[in-house]
């Protein structure tokens, strides 16, 4: 990770090979979720040459595919309740990407972060504590390296600054078409005792997607 780093890249992207064997940053960012998606006939928006100057762009056009997924997938909500919690909850999402997105680092040094969203208690806290021992030998073994853009930006600092805010989460819920909801009612729902606001729009959304799901349900039959 740390040697990877110290080759900052222009852009947030995909490498491809053209037919001379040269690597060129010309394709989206690989995320398995875009092709799940269009698989399902269900757009992202997301051409295949789009590649990102700045973190902002990208997460603005992962908040906009959570949307898509929502509107055009025929079974995207259970019930109605289902339907109110799910734009609820993205609607916040969407508010929050401030908070969690840091100027200083728009454009870069771009580094991928994973996770889960099945932990929990017991599970959680071992996690934790492997996370803080990851950080703690990531920090030493920084030192022995030269600083990125000349400058002293420490990346041990920043992975735990991002695991005290809830970072963590809320960057994996971006990426997660089927996770956005449990880790936002987990993980950062908690952190600012969301009251949820539901407005005309939604509802009439969530009405439209009730219609879906019937006609979904006899074309299964």
């Not at 019930?79 to 680092?105: C, H, K, V, W």
């Amino acid at each position: 990770m740390l040697a990877l780093s110290q080759s900052p890249l222009p852009r947030i992207r995909s490498w491809t090979i053209d037919e001379q064997g040269v690597l060129m940053l010309t394709n989206r960012p690989l995320a398995h979720h875009f092709h799940f998606l269009e698989n399902e006939g269900i757009p992202t928006n997301i051409l295949r040459n789009l590649t990102y100057m700045t973190t902002d762009a990208y997460y603005t056009d992962l908040l906009k595919y959570h949307d898509s997924r929502i509107r055009n997938q025929p079974n995207s909500i259970i019930n109605e309740q289902d339907g109110f919690s799910q734009i609820a909850n993205l609607f916040t999402i969407r508010r929050l990407l401030p908070y969690f997105t840091t100027r200083d680092l728009r454009h870069g040094p771009f580094i991928t972060n994973h996770g889960v969203d099945e932990l929990k208690g017991e599970e959680l806290q071992k996690f934790e504590n492997v996370c803080e021992e990851f950080m703690d030998i990531f920090e030493e073994e920084e030192k022995s390296f030269p600083f990125v853009y000349g400058s002293a930006i420490c990346r041990a600092d920043i992975m735990r600054k991002g695991w005290k805010m809830g970072n963590f989460w809320y960057f994996y819920a971006l990426k997660s078409p089927k996770r956005l909801y449990n880790l936002f009612v987990q993980h950062i729902q908690p952190i600012f005792k969301v009251q949820r606001d539901i407005k005309f729009a939604q509802i009439e959304v969530v009405a439209a997607k009730l219609e879906d799901k019937k006609k979904y349900k006899q074309q299964l039959r």
